[in-house]
């Protein structure tokens, strides 16, 4: 998956909407179009982790994602696109570039 469609796809994840291919969408919570903004750099930001993880939480599926690190120490130092990989995995929304050749 390119950058932007990890960040896509990370963002549909935790609840932005009507996201165009601008990469403008509107976050959760939000009144409508008024509030509509560039996504977050999922890919790029390491400061994003904490959503993604809340958004882990609430889904209920911590333990899936745990289970794809070594421990705690491989959870805080993978690269940033590493750790997308991973959330994107363990909620289903990873889309395997053999995958699409074949």
């Given at each position: 998956m390119t950058p932007q469609e990890i960040n896509i796809?990370?963002?549909?994840?935790?609840?932005?909407?009507?996201?165009?291919?601008?990469?403008?969408?509107i976050p959760p919570g939000s009144r409508g179009t008024a509030d509509a903004r560039l996504i977050p750099n999922y890919h790029g930001d390491l400061n994003t982790r904490d959503e993604m993880?809340?958004?882990i939480i609430e889904s209920g599926k911590m333990k899936q994602f745990s289970n794809r690190f070594a421990g705690i120490?491989?959870?805080?130092?993978?690269?940033q696109p590493e750790f997308c990989e991973r959330f994107l995995r363990t909620i289903g929304k990873w889309i395997d570039?053999?995958?699409l050749n074949t």
């Open positions: 796809a990370i963002a549909e994840a935790c609840g932005w909407v009507a996201i165009t291919s601008d990469v403008v969408g993880l809340g958004n120490w491989d959870a805080l130092s993978i690269p570039p053999q995958k």
